[in-house]
């Protein structure tokens, strides 16, 4: 191994900031941690997504079917993109006539077209698969490879610091449903190319490889970015502090290489962000009660659902939902962090890290603080910034998940530590196997692995909970549709509401997008507001309160059901159809009947026609 390599994460009592391997470290040792470290991760990977690999096609993720059911429609998406050479920044096959922003919803191009291969041979449901354990996979990897390079002289630090960042309670949480969130495997590099500016030399180089990374984050998924980019910036300013001596001769090389990045990504998504911002069907700042979704204080010392020490029941009032349970450290890793942290105080980067993670936790408890499912009076700090550009269209609980790789590194940090420093290495390869691991396994060892087991076990990831693949009806899968919707045509499928807006995406997928759909499951402007605040689904109309899973049969005179025809005219709808097992099928039915007339049983659905004017 060389021995130049610079640490970005950690500074020496005399501020040198540069870490040297042993001479003893191999080429061939480097390749053999690098392998086992691979098969680790994978193993894991693979570990957390076993129910789902179990049954390939037939279960989909218990607590977060929707989400699923959108990825596997931005899968099929991708492959019908290829195919056709369509807008792959605007779709009409949801939401018709409207259609769909895909660049202001989750398209994720940078993970569904090179599936694309995948989704064309096997399917949506396994390239999902394929997708979500990659991402744990990738982003763990990803860690290790900067951490080992980088930031510790252990592989088995870097391992450690790598498995916390890609399968920490938070990211399991994501993983029920957001694989684009799980897919962190390039802003290590990002991090380690923004951190590595202060080197002089090559500035255009080092802006256009940034450049690269930070376009392909985007079409992974923005939200992140942005994330890590204030993340970053908050590293940077805590790190200046300390350090302005050293950081300011050094800021002209940094500051035109982030020009160059600057001008670069510009040029490249210039006309992606025009689409997604000023496009049709682009909206301005996340729903209302979206934008509630906070950090719960007593989260941080609980412990997730999705964790081998949590339970459904102690987790569920502390966040909204599984798949946003960020934080849940437990109680036994926030005593360690606060131990970590103050062992290795005199380092800079570890005082920064310790700003920076503070800063995000804060800020995730959202414009006011909870605690224990109670909101408190208590104002949060995220209220000075919750209505200002971008910042309208963050999930402020999501602010936490910038904690997740600040605990990752400090935890590498603290294992490495104690590898390198917790005792002499240079008398271990003397003597007998009992005499060496005698000398290894000093009492700084044995309490410090002691302390990880304690505080890392009770939040080891467990597998994500799957349930039954609900099934399309036999009017689709029997090919049916094909005698009543034309090549294109569009379809409703009844109630309107929640739970048909996903199955119709669902089974729009499964039958390739050959028809297109009124509804589905997308964020896109509230029809009912002017200043185009995002809703999901297609909002509110009259007929869609009509025919939704409303209870009461409704009275429709004729002016209402003219006016009902008409809407569903102007969206130019060819079929309504009805399941059997729908909500309140019977009551909704009727309703139909109302406005269409009677009804046509085909293979296991009722049927509509809308009648031209």
Not at 138 to 165: D, E, K, M, N, P
Not at 211 to 219: E, N, P, R, S
């Amino acid at each position: 191994m060389t021995t130049d390599h610079v640490s970005l994460l950690r500074d020496s009592p005399r501020a040198t900031d540069v870490r040297v391997r042993a001479p003893s470290e191999s080429a061939r040792d480097t390749r053999r941690g690098d392998w086992l470290a691979a098969i680790g991760y994978a193993l894991v990977a693979f570990g957390v997504t076993i129910r789902l690999w179990l049954h390939p096609t037939s279960v989909m993720l218990e607590e977060n079917r929707q989400d699923q059911v959108q990825f596997e429609w931005m899968l099929t998406n991708a492959v019908h993109t290829i195919r056709h050479l369509s807008d792959p920044f605007f779709t009409g096959l949801i939401n018709a006539p409207f259609g769909v922003n895909l660049m202001a919803n989750t398209s994720t191009w940078g993970l569904t077209l090179p599936l694309a291969p995948v989704t064309a041979l096997f399917g949506a449901p396994v390239a999902f698969r394929v997708m979500l354990t990659g991402a744990f996979f990738g982003t763990a990897l990803a860690w290790y490879h900067v951490l080992s390079r980088r930031v510790v002289a252990s592989r088995i630090a870097a391992f450690v610091g790598g498995a916390f960042c890609a399968f920490a309670p938070g990211m399991l949480g994501q993983g029920t449903g957001h694989p684009n969130v799980v897919a962190q495997f390039v802003l290590p590099f990002i991090v380690l190319v923004v951190l590595g500016l202060r080197k002089p030399g090559r500035p255009v180089r080092t802006g256009l490889l940034l450049a690269g990374l930070v376009t392909y984050q985007i079409f992974i998924n923005e939200e992140v970015l942005l994330l890590a980019a204030l993340a970053l910036g908050v590293f940077v300013l805590a790190y200046w502090a300390q350090r302005w001596n050293v950081i300011n001769p050094l800021l002209p090389n940094a500051l035109l290489s982030l020009a160059v990045t600057t001008v670069a990504v510009s040029v490249v998504v210039a006309y992606p962000l025009y689409r997604q911002f000023f496009g049709p069907q682009s909206y301005h700042g996340l729903p209302e009660w979206v934008l509630e979704y906070n950090t719960d204080l007593a989260s941080y010392v609980a412990y997730a659902q999705q964790s081998l020490a949590g339970s459904k029941a102690g987790a569920e009032q502390l966040a909204q939902g599984v798949s946003e349970q960020n934080t849940f450290y437990g109680w036994g890793l926030v005593a360690l962090l606060a131990i970590i942290v103050a062992a290795l105080w005199r380092s800079a980067a570890v005082r920064a890290l310790a700003v920076t993670g503070t800063v995000f936790a804060l800020l995730s408890l959202g414009q006011y603080v909870v605690v224990g499912g109670e909101k408190t009076e208590t104002a949060g700090p995220w209220q000075m910034l919750v209505d200002l550009p971008l910042f309208d269209s963050v999930v402020p609980t999501r602010l936490s998940l910038v904690v997740i790789p600040v605990v990752g590194v400090l935890l590498a940090l603290f294992v490495d530590s104690m590898v390198i420093n917790g005792g002499p290495r240079d008398d271990v390869a003397g003597g007998d196997l009992l005499t060496r691991a005698r000398r290894f396994w000093n009492p700084v060892r044995v309490l410090g692995v002691g302390a990880l087991v304690v505080a890392l076990l009770p939040i080891a990831p467990t597998p994500l909970t799957v349930s039954p693949r609900q099934p399309a009806p036999r009017f689709f899968t029997s090919g049916a549709w094909r005698d009543h919707v034309p090549d294109g045509g569009t379809v409703g499928v009844l109630p309107f509401g929640w739970h048909s807006d996903v199955n119709s995406l669902q089974w729009q997928a499964e039958q390739g997008l050959r028809f297109k759909v009124l509804s589905g499951y997308f964020l896109g402007p509230d029809p009912a507001r002017p200043d185009k605040r995002a809703v999901f689904g297609p909002g509110s109309y009259y007929v869609r309160q009509v025919l939704s899973a409303r209870r009461d049969p409704a009275q429709v005179n004729d002016q209402e059901r003219e006016y009902c025809l008409g809407q569903l005219r102007s969206w130019r709808t060819d079929l309504l159809l009805l399941t059997d097992d729908a909500p309140n099928a019977d009551t909704v039915r009727a309703n139909a009947e109302q406005i269409l007339g009677p009804g046509r049983r085909v293979e296991d659905v009722w049927i509509w026609h809308v009648p031209s004017a």
